[in-house]
């Protein structure tokens, strides 16, 4: 069985840095596609990132230019770096997974358990 758990998040101030990581299961963790996510109370869920099997990033312009996703394929670990964090910023962040090997994000079928990231003074 296949099973993603996040870890890193905290409380920060507005312009802070923060480091999530999500360990991974399974035997070929490098083939498959990886994301992260994140829902506030009161909104829907939103996509943070993708990385796809073939190194392709992808982020929404909110994230464009402050997170980047990563990974480690030995350690079987995918990585979102955060700077400069906003407020609005503040929600469950979780990772995720696309293990078909068709197109990113044909489908999210494996979820971790989601990681508290909040921005205040």
């Known amino acids: 069985q296949v099973q993603l758990v996040e870890s890193g998040g905290d409380s920060v101030q507005p312009g802070g840095s923060l480091r999530l990581s999500c360990v991974a299961s399974g035997y070929t963790f490098s083939n498959w596609c990886m994301g992260w996510f994140r829902q506030a109370p009161g909104k829907e869920r939103e996509t943070v990132a993708r990385?796809?099997?073939?190194?392709?990033?992808a982020y929404p312009n909110f994230s464009k230019d402050r997170f980047t996703i990563y990974k480690d394929d030995g350690q079987k670990i995918l990585y979102l770096q955060m700077h400069s964090l906003k407020p609005e910023d503040t929600a469950i962040y979780y990772c995720a997974a696309d293990t078909t090997r068709t197109y990113c994000g044909y489908d999210w079928n494996t979820w971790g358990q989601g990681t508290q990231v909040t921005v205040s003074l």
């Open positions: 990385l796809d099997v073939r190194g392709r990033t």
